[in-house]
């Protein structure tokens, strides 16, 4: 082993091991990164005779010049880049859209028609919790909003714990998925790949994990009767002022929905001028709802400009952990590691979505996409370097069709990262507004069998890629 791979693991341990100080994120990234360097350089301009006796092959591209260039890559992939410029847009349009009393309508339509139903209140919170996700994207304000609205239902109407919020928490993370998600808008950045085709890949994978999810709570019912009750009374019988009062209560949010990735399907708009047109429907649909006024806007505009620099802190500081790790040739020590084990394309594809399960147990969604899905991706290939990486081996026919596919795995893999403990936001999200009595032990049992719903919508996408790629596509054939 040379020096720079000895470097190279050095900051990815330290990395790992200081997250559990709590310290910021983005400053454990930059700050290691440089540390890091500093060492590099300064062994390899003062102990020269002590580097070549022990490490005669090392060979590293760590110079202060090289080093220097961190402000140059942020400016090029960070103050210049217009595909994020999409984040605060869809930020805001998630936080608007939380305001403005859209999901206790539906919560109230959709119950009263499927409320008496077995399962019902259940099915209901993730019929909502798709229109949410589809419409927010923001997986915090969705699984507060869903637990809030739905568990009290739930277990007043003596559904098991477990279940009520296993379903609120799960179905509440599908915003990370649903398009227009703000970690496809990430992931698409760092492949380099068409932000508008994996929104429409990741659609249909999306709303099948959201009919997974039913299809889970349904057998449930029938298996375990007591779990998911009906109501005792059936209540009035189901009229058509209530469906059309459905009907009125969904027709908003879709047409939303529809404005935001019809406009990218149809070629109208790019993402990044979507999410304008995201951000002004909620605003609209809020106002209309009569939410809207100065309080509101400053809320809304507060909460997005501080998860907005959050988001783009830790970029900053992924930018110049990335750009110190190829400068150690840490990404190609990664690289070879995995591909010489000689699994094969599959083998290899396997395990780096294992390792993107496990790391989900320590690591947040935004570290694992900003670090660990760059050099996942060079694996498969790199759309600018058409004859590189396991695409053709693959059966696609490109780079970019490849990466489109893989991203949507990864991000169904990475969906669990809300999930898991001991760093599961979404459990600690439910846990916060649970009713008394919910322990965050039935929260930990209640998110395994959704887990597993999880797993199986990995292994269909998995094998069945038409899935992801049809929509994209389509939308790319000439008419």
């Keep these: 082993m040379e020096f720079n791979d000895i470097l190279s693991i050095v900051l990815f341990g330290t990395f790992i091991l200081l997250l559990f100080t709590g310290f910021p994120i983005a400053w454990l990234l930059g700050g290691l990164s440089l540390i890091v360097a500093c060492v590099a350089i300064f062994v390899d301009t003062f102990m020269q005779d002590w580097l070549v006796e022990n490490f005669p092959d090392t060979w590293m591209d760590m110079t202060w010049p090289y080093v220097s260039a961190i402000v140059r890559n942020i400016w090029d992939q960070a103050m210049a880049n217009e595909v994020l410029v999409a984040l605060p847009m869809f930020i805001f349009m998630g936080f608007m859209l939380d305001r403005s009393g859209i999901a206790e309508v539906l919560m109230t339509s959709f119950a009263q028609i499927f409320g008496r139903l077995r399962g019902g209140y259940a099915i209901t919170v993730v019929m909502i919790g798709v229109l949410l996700a589809a419409s927010t994207g923001v997986v915090g304000a969705s699984v507060v909003l869903l637990a809030l609205l739905g568990l ?6 003596n559904y098991d714990k477990e279940i009520a919020v296993g379903t609120v928490t799960a179905v509440g993370t599908l915003g990370i998925l649903i398009p227009p998600s ?16 994996l929104f429409l890949g990741a659609l249909f994978p999306g709303l099948m994990l959201g009919l997974l999810y039913i299809t889970y709570i349904i057998l449930t019912g029938l298996l375990r009767p007591s779990a998911t009750p009906a109501p005792e009374t059936a209540g009035e019988p189901v009229t058509f002022r209530m469906v059309l009062g459905l009907v009125w209560a969904v027709v ?19 993402p990044t001028e979507a999410s304008g047109v995201g951000a002004l429907g ?86 694992i996409v900003l670090i660990i899905l760059p050099l996942a991706g060079a694996l498969i290939g790199d759309p600018s370097l058409p004859s590189s990486g396991m695409w053709q081996e693959l059966g696609f026919a490109s780079p970019e069709e490849a990466l489109t596919w893989f991203t949507v795995l990864f991000a169904i893999v990475l969906q669990t990262s809300f999930l898991t403990p001991p760093v599961g936001y ?15 032990m039935n929260i930990y049992r209640g998110v395994v069998p959704f887990i597993i719903v999880q797993a199986v919508a990995a292994l269909i996408v998995f094998n069945w890629r038409d899935l992801v790629l049809w929509l994209p596509n389509l939308a790319l054939t000439p008419s």
């Design 152 to 157: 009290p239902v739930m277990l007043n109407n």
């Design 182 to 197: 703000i970690m496809l808008v990430l992931m698409a950045d760092k492949l380099a790949i068409s932000p508008g085709g």
């Design 252 to 270: 908003p949010p879709v047409l939303l929905i529809l404005a935001v990735l019809g406009s990218i399907f149809f070629g109208i708009a790019t």
């Design 282 to 367: 909620a605003t609209l649909l809020a106002a209309a709802n009569r939410k809207v006024n100065l309080a509101v806007l400053s809320e809304v505009s507060q909460a997005t400009t501080k998860t907005s620099a959050f988001i783009l802190a830790i970029v900053l500081g992924a930018i110049a952990f990335a750009h110190i790790l190829r400068g150690l040739e840490g990404d190609l020590l990664i690289e070879n590691a995995i591909l010489g084990l000689e699994l094969g394309e599959t083998g290899t594809l396997l395990l780096i979505l294992g390792i993107v399960f496990m790391l989900g147990f320590v690591l947040d969604w935004i570290q």
């Design 426 to 440: 979404a459990l600690f999200y439910v846990k916060g507004v649970a009713p008394e009595g919910v322990t965050l």
